[in-house]
């Protein structure tokens, strides 16, 4: 029996939007996200394009509209197991992972104060930390706590056990679900940077990566928006960025993931707009500054506090006594070789699907990088950085594209 409801596998900023087209024009759609809340990896930046506007910004308009729609139904803590079935005629399997804290927004933050320990944040890329009971931003969809058990000491579960809303006997559950048509929206990862050991990542405190400092800069980040040194907490004067970190790399990811020289620009402009005083210099292969953007990319390098230095990183090394980044550059203009002093270094690391290395419970063809590269033929389409890597602009684009596919698919064209 064909069904006219689509699934949206991922709750990121494409996901949102193709569940949202589909169900403004009628049809019921259901969104399955693994992470406790929506919103994807737009939700850790400090600012995204092309309005240069922070993610709630956006954001908050897109859940309002979810809230506002009753044919969008969402699982937050959750993934699909197995899908069964044919275009027009899908039976999907969907496991939830138990979140212990009931429905409604209700504020636990004192509850919070009272947990004993911390846990390293995962939102906040190792950089801070958070307790047990948590919420990524204060602006989170659905705008409810979330309780990880396992890090739960003793004498935290026993505060816990006395609070209203906590239920601690909370357990996993499935739901099936039948959809003519699915729309993967599974997003990016940050490419591993503990495979970039000859950029100092994972052994040098002041290199950290590009969505690192997009989480320093953002006010409601590990250090409340200040960009600071991890080493010490000192304010960084010399600041250098990497680019293609693992990109264009046939050892890590052979491609150019797109966003990452203007990822670069706009974080040296929070670099100059929080300090004045402040040097930045960027090492560059070629630095993409795709159609409109280009304007921006003049205006960022207009600055002459700002010196873009077309060369390759070879080395990497720190200066133990100041934590310094001491960085062996060629400029490929001059041909000389220099070590370059830096307080603070950023890799520009590149976007990997979030499916690469994992095995997707319905067949569709996926390249050797993760991406999907197939499965129209099965009412299965894929939507922004699931397909290719792309700016927030242009996910959005793609995954209107995809929902109109999925729905001329229930509709039988």
């Known amino acids: 029996m064909s069904s006219n409801a689509i699934l949206v596998v991922g709750g990121g900023f494409s996901g949102i939007t193709a569940a949202l087209e589909a169900a403004e024009v009628g049809h019921e759609v259901y969104i399955v996200e693994k992470n406790p809340f929506l919103g994807g990896r737009v939700m850790q930046l400090n600012k995204y394009f092309p309005k240069l506007c922070p993610p709630s910004c956006g954001l908050e308009i897109q859940f309002q509209r979810i809230k506002n729609n009753k044919k969008v139904k969402f699982f937050t803590q959750a993934e699909v197991t197995k899908v069964a079935g044919k275009a027009g005629d899908y039976e999907v399997t969907v496991k939830i992972?138990?979140?212990y804290v009931e429905p409604g927004s209700v504020d636990l933050s004192a509850t919070v104060r009272k947990l004993s320990k911390d846990i390293d944040s995962e939102f906040d890329l190792g950089l801070g930390t958070r307790k047990a009971l948590y919420m990524d931003v204060p602006f989170a969809f659905p705008n409810r706590y979330v309780l990880d058990k396992d890090g739960c000491t003793k004498e935290d579960l026993e505060t816990?056990?006395?609070?209203?809303?906590?239920?601690?006997?909370?357990?996993?559950r499935e739901v099936v679900l039948k959809v003519g048509s699915i729309v993967y929206a599974t997003g990016w990862k940050p490419y591993d940077v503990t495979k970039l050991t000859n950029l100092g990542a994972g052994a040098?405190?002041?290199c950290v990566t590009n969505m690192q400092l997009e989480r320093l800069a953002s006010p409601n980040g590990p250090t409340s928006g200040k960009i600071l040194r991890p080493s010490d907490g000192k304010t960084p004067r010399s600041v250098a960025?990497?680019?293609?970190?693992?990109?264009?790399?046939?050892?890590?990811?052979?491609?150019?993931s797109y966003i990452c020289c203007m990822a670069s620009l706009k974080q040296a402009a929070y670099v100059r707009e929080a300090y004045p005083e402040a040097r930045v210099t960027i090492y560059y292969i070629d630095?993409?500054?795709p159609g409109r953007y280009d304007n921006f990319a003049k205006r960022i390098l207009n600055d002459d506090r700002i010196n873009a230095v077309k060369g390759k990183v070879a080395a990497v090394a720190e200066d133990a006594g100041t934590g310094d980044v001491i960085l062996t550059v060629e400029d490929a203009v001059s041909g000389i070789k220099s070590d370059n002093r830096h307080e603070l270094v950023v890799l520009a690391t590149g976007m990997q699907p979030s499916i690469a290395g994992e095995r997707l419970p319905v067949d569709v063809p996926v390249d050797e990088m993760g991406f999907i590269v197939g499965g129209e033929e099965k009412g299965i389409f894929a939507a922004?950085?699931?397909?290719?890597?792309?700016?927030?602009?242009?996910?959005?684009q793609s995954a209107t594209g995809a929902a109109m596919k999925a729905i001329a698919t229930v509709r039988g064209r």
């Not at 960025?241 to 150019?256: I, K, M, P, T």
């Open 287 to 289: 630095l993409r500054t």
């Open 241 to 256: 960025f990497v680019q293609c970190a693992g990109s264009r790399d046939e050892n890590h990811l052979n491609y150019c």
């Open 384 to 396: 922004g950085c699931a397909a290719t890597p792309l700016d927030v602009m242009k996910s959005a």
């Open 160 to 172: 816990l056990s006395g609070a209203d809303v906590v239920n601690l006997d909370d357990a996993p």
């Open 204 to 206: 040098i405190p002041n």
């Open 97 to 99: 992972r138990p979140r």
